[in-house]
């Protein structure tokens, strides 16, 4: 792609970064062309997303891969990207199946080399490491490691979760403790949790398919989620994508 959006004067930074280099290196791809291909799509898609230095209008779009072209890779390389960026706090909606929730956590734990859900010489913390966000035992001052913000050590956090209401559910009240937690202390949440939702599988339980009912009850935590955060990009992955391209751009969690 010839034009990679705001990160478009520091390409080579990111290509050469050690902590990006290294996350990519433990993807699980072996074919270093194929490695190449993912790296570059995945700096053209975060040109799209909001720059966290200087974020305007949140944003949103979608992510078309062909069924096994290596989303999960993409998205793992995405959060990696963003990390360098700026944003701390990754939502990634990993479908609504337990099966494929923990598969995809095994690949970002072991993508980011987290032991029990921590790097603490990244600073990279994943509360679901072992369990779906419901069921991690975490308060909200766990999940987000609020006593390390205060000290000037923010981690970046990684949520996977599944689609699923109860999870999202309990992420949401996690999330508006956490807004609570910022305003008593003079923190600007949305300075200090630039956030970036990648959903998988897009087409599927997100969209809303109750448009004159109020809404389906997924797309309504989706939308709830995105107006917790101040600051929030939605990204979309799927291989379907005629379910996404019929949302309103307009929608929270359209394309």
Not at 28 to 56: F, Q, Y
Not at 59 to 72: D, N
Not at 82 to 107: C, E
Request: overall charge neutral.
């Amino acid at each position: 792609f010839p034009d990679h959006g705001w990160i478009q004067d520091e390409l080579d930074e990111y290509r050469e970064d050690p902590f990006y280099q290294t996350v990519r290196a433990r993807i699980g791809i072996s074919d270093e062309e194929v490695v190449h291909d993912i790296m570059e799509n995945t700096l053209h898609i975060l040109g799209r997303c909001n720059n966290p230095a200087d974020w305007g209008q949140n944003r949103q779009g979608l992510v078309f891969g062909m069924v096994q072209s290596g989303k999960t890779a993409s998205m793992i390389n995405l959060v990696a990207a963003g990390i360098r960026a700026g944003y701390k706090l990754f939502i990634v909606l990993a479908g609504d199946k337990s099966s494929l929730r923990d598969q995809t956590q095994d690949r970002f734990n072991t993508s980011f080399k987290l032991e029990n859900g921590i790097n603490k010489a990244t600073r990279v913390f994943s509360p679901t490491w072992d369990n779906d966000f419901g069921n991690t035992g975490y308060a909200y001052t766990g999940s987000f490691k609020t006593q390390m913000l205060q000290v000037g050590k923010q981690y970046a956090t990684i949520i996977v979760i599944k689609k699923e209401k109860n999870h999202l559910r309990d992420l949401l009240d996690q999330l508006k403790l956490l807004r609570k937690f910022c305003e008593r202390n003079g923190i600007e949440m949305a300075d200090a949790f630039p956030t970036m939702v990648l959903d998988d599988e897009a087409d599927y339980a997100s969209q809303n398919t109750k448009p004159t009912g109020g809404g389906s009850t997924i797309w309504r935590s989706l939308c709830k989620i995105r107006n917790a955060v101040p600051k929030n990009c939605y990204v979309a992955y799927t291989a379907t994508p005629q379910a996404c391209l019929s949302a309103s751009p307009e929608d929270p969690i359209g394309y």
